[in-house]
């Protein structure tokens, strides 16, 4: 067995994707995890709009995740400048400051909504054989996407200035119940339609539990890797976004993948 | 001659492009100049940091030209976070609120800069073919470059989800006595260079205050361009960004070139 030979800082650890990370990496990292109230387990209480606080937090850390954040597709401008917008530039520069090596930011494939928007159903086809990566230019669907671009704008700043590598991850969806066929309806143009409608997306996007930690624990490995934008899902049968980057920089392998129709129990 | 039919507001209108665009547009449309603080020519005052009153001056106008930025490269991030990220916002968000058109907003070729810084002064040899145009994916090489990336995010968004039409000019590098040649060393890389070695850059970039007017003018009339980012730049010898987009999509036709050498003085 590993020693927990790196420290790692998560803030938001009080999310899901938190919540999933901390039972993941528990084993193989020491663990900070960062929050912006007190919790029921055992948490470092700052919020990202206070840079000071952040600095004291990141001293001899090895590598911080940065999920916090108004992940709400609909939240409101001056929520997203403090948390995304502030709290993102903040993260990025303490890690400076405190020289942390490295920073995994997550990003959300909503930096590309308005492409599937726009593409209709047809994009979740199993037969459509049209990929996204990191090349196609970005086409926000709402604020809080609009301030992953600028996240992954800034880190990109900081990774080419200054010595911290940064990896972008434009995450789908992480379930607390880890099952793709109980997603529950969510906020987008397909919170109405049934299940069976709305699953090709839901498919899409699955990204599993164990997935979500391998993933992450690539990033936070890639030692070489001194830049990158990555989409982080499972091995879907049908996914829009194109895992080949995280694949071949990061090492990534997904193991599950979200079953064809939301009627197959078995996956 | 045409009557001056439309309505142009440009915020920012006490800088050097504003002060070409007072000029140039003067003729043509019905100009309304929006500044920080009163100037000797006839302006509205307006802090674009104050939503509202954005709101109130953009009633009744057809487009507005968005200059006003901390626009230094080494601008601190609170001037940016307040002008360029805050600001930039409010003016799309009272362009909609206010049921504007068209927002142009300025740009910058810096979105790119640390490509340039990567390829180093090769990139500006008039053999080199090298371009760059508006899929290449960003890099920005300041702060401010940040904000621009987000600015151009933000302008995608409100031109997918609301009926605003959006054009992002990446401006290169416009001289308050239009001469390419006598340009000062700025703040950049090859600041301490001699003009020599310094002029295939500021060549590469160069916009002469007629191209700008142009161009400009070509943007506030494509009503038939929902969404674009286009490179402006004169049409010079060698230039690492592509000019096709903004020929082909808007009509831009450049008049000028900056000479190959400083020491010739015919262009």
Redesign the interface.
């Known amino acids: 067995m590993e020693s927990k030979t790196k420290t790692i800082l998560i803030t938001g650890a009080e999310g899901t994707v938190g919540a999933v990370l901390r039972r993941g990496f528990a084993i193989n990292y020491r663990l900070i995890a960062l929050t912006r109230t007190p919790q029921p387990f055992e948490s470092r209480v700052a919020d990202i709009t206070d840079l000071d606080a952040l600095v004291t937090e990141f001293h001899g850390v090895d590598a911080v995740i940065h999920l916090a954040a108004a992940s709400a597709l609909n939240a409101p ?1 001056d929520a997203v ?1 403090d948390n995304n ?2 709290g993102t ?1 903040n993260v990025f ?1 303490a890690a400076r400051l405190a020289k942390v090596p490295a920073v995994i930011f997550a990003s959300s494939g909503h930096v590309l909504g ?1 492409v599937e ?1 726009e593409a209709g159903n047809a994009l979740y086809a199993l037969e459509n054989k049209r990929e996204f990566d ?2 196609t ?7 809080y ?2 301030s992953k ?2 996240g992954e ?2 880190g ?2 900081y990774s ?2 200054f010595p911290l590598r940064v990896i972008c991850v434009r995450l789908g969806t992480i379930l607390p119940d880890d099952d793709p066929r109980s997603a529950s309806p969510g906020q987008g143009r397909s919170a109405s339609l049934p299940l069976e409608e709305r699953y090709p997306r839901i498919r899409a996007k699955w990204l599993s539990q164990r997935d979500c930690c391998e993933l992450f624990r690539c990033c936070v490995e890639a030692d070489h890797v001194r830049w990158a934008v990555v989409f982080g899902t499972s091995d879907n049968p049908r996914q829009p976004w194109s895992l080949a980057k995280a694949r071949q920089v990061l090492g990534y392998t997904p193991v599950d993948a979200a079953p064809v129709s939301p009627t197959v129990t078995h996956r």
Chains 1, 2 share one sequence.
Do not use: C, G, K
């Open positions: 401008w400048l917008i502030v530039r520069e308005m928007e990191h090349t230019p970005p086409r926000p669907d709402s604020l996407a609009v671009v600028f704008a800034m990109r700043y080419d200035v």
